[in-house]
């Protein structure tokens, strides 16, 4: 039995300028929120049967965001080893622990071995449904658990938002015409942007969106048909007001660095392996603040020393390209490399990245194995690291071809409510001068996700065997 997540933080946007979040249907978003700690008293059913426990036992490790805990508790509690190759699992729910900030129960329904709970991120508006299935014999250990982002519930919503959901066809008709002329002045690669808007007035001309009478059915039906005709997953329509929607709205910089600490600056685990192999989790690319910087300088100097490295990307759903090139930069040597360029339309620029001279901390180098693991998962900023490692000869990527997200963007409203992300930039690498958008990253070593790591480790000893042995 494996959990299935399907990550609810869907209400994060790109930031503007930033160009590496995850998208919103399907697929999730990077971590912008702050961890935070509940009990399972605190968010306990009434119901006191073997489902509502093990859930508040579940939910009280999750919104800890600590990745022992909720090893221990999978552990104890799913039917698996989850020392096997369910411990990526772990990570992904950590990644989504840090990325909601945790979750608040509104409703429970059902009982017994069978309970749905409707939970909202702490720290943005957007709900989740989780299911949860657990054996009717002790020690009652989950054998279904699901998680699904869902539209806020109507008796959740304010008046404000209720009013602003209901659509009827001249709003739909206005917002229709607001998001095609948006996508013409503005869309990064205009004859893409021509077949969006074909496909928006042929849906529209066989009345298709007649149906999506609130504000997030239509978002969700306009953002499948503009992804489905450009296979650009950055692109999408979103409902909400905008500040709720970003997740933090204005915050002082004490505030946003608490909540940067709080997702531990994008990182997860970084451990030492047998054989002096380095692992590092990376689940996403804060903007690269001093604090952030900080950080990396941190994590990187643990494992300068180690004799290889593993970075994994798995469950990384993007950031700021300006952190992917302070990473970079310590896997490289103090000579500047060229590792990416990004096209701004809208400014009719391109912008150069290029590794840092001076960084802090120890460098690994650019002498000693890097291996980078990836999955279907694996979005934008953690697919430019992976692409820029590649490309460069590197890194050797083990795992899944990545979700081929390479345009970045920014919101633009409609109105107070409705806001357009439309991808104004495209990544132009140095060496390819391609890009992964649509296609994705392509492994040098394909093996299922869960697989990756083993395979990865099993490379990097080898590669220090064959080291020592010509010493």
């Known amino acids: 039995m494996r959990l299935s997540i399907a990550s609810p933080s869907i209400g994060a946007l790109v930031l503007l300028g930033a160009g590496c979040s995850r998208p919103s249907n399907p697929g999730p978003l990077p971590p912008v929120v702050t961890a935070a700690t509940a009990t399972a008293s605190a968010v306990a059913p009434t119901d006191d049967a073997p489902a509502a426990r093990q859930f508040a036992a579940w939910l009280a490790a999750f919104n800890g965001g600590k990745r022992d805990d909720l090893l221990a508790y999978h552990e104890q509690n799913f039917p698996y080893s989850a020392a096997s190759d369910d411990v990526a699992t772990i990570d992904k729910e950590l990644g989504l622990s840090h990325g909601t900030g945790g979750f608040e129960v509104k409703k429970t329904e059902g009982g017994g071995t069978e309970i749905t709970v409707t939970m909202k991120e702490k720290h943005s508006p957007q709900f989740a449904s989780v299911t949860m299935q657990v054996d009717a014999a002790q020690p009652h250990r989950v054998q279904r658990f699901e998680i699904h982002p869902i539209p806020t519930p109507p008796e959740f919503q304010s008046d404000a938002e209720r009013a602003a959901s209901q659509l009827d066809g001249a709003k739909r008709h206005a917002l229709l015409e607001a998001i095609k002329q948006n996508i013409r002045a503005h869309y990064v690669l205009p004859d893409v942007g021509d077949r969006m808007i074909a496909a928006l007035d042929d849906h529209d001309s066989h009345g298709n969106y007649e149906g999506a009478a609130d504000g997030p059915t239509f978002a969700s039906v306009v953002t499948m048909d503009l992804q489905a005709a450009s296979h650009d997953r950055h692109i999408r329509l979103i409902f909400g007001q905008l500040p709720s929607v970003l997740g933090v709205g204005e915050e002082s910089h004490e505030e946003h660095v608490a909540r940067l600490r709080g997702m531990n600056f994008g990182f997860g685990t970084v451990e030492r392996l047998p054989g002096n192999v380095a692992h590092v989790v990376i689940d996403g690319f804060p903007e690269p603040i001093p604090e952030e910087k900080d ?158 790591l083993d395979e990865a480790q099993r490379r990097a000893l080898a590669d220090i065997a064959k080291k020592a042995k010509s010493r």
């Open 295 to 452: 950080a990396i300088a941190g994590f990187m100097t643990q494992i300068a020393d180690a004799d290889a490295l593993v970075l994994d990307l798995r469950h990384n759903h993007g950031g700021d390209p300006h952190t992917v090139q302070v990473v970079v930069s310590y896997l490289v040597d103090a000579k500047p490399v060229h590792i990416n360029d990004m096209f701004w339309r809208d400014k009719g620029v391109t912008e150069q990245f290029w590794t840092l001279p001076d960084i802090k901390g120890t460098r690994f180098g650019s002498k000693k194995p890097v291996y980078v693991l990836t999955s279907h998962e694996t979005f934008s900023g953690g697919e430019e690291l992976a692409y820029d490692l590649q490309a460069l000869k590197r890194g050797v990527i083990v795992g899944e071809t990545t979700g081929g997200g390479a345009h970045p963007g920014g919101p633009f409203d409609l109105d107070d409510w409705y806001h357009l992300v439309v991808p104004t930039g495209r990544a132009i690498n140095p060496i390819t001068k391609k890009d992964w958008e649509g296609v994705g990253v392509v492994p040098d070593v394909s093996v299922p996700a869960d697989a990756a």
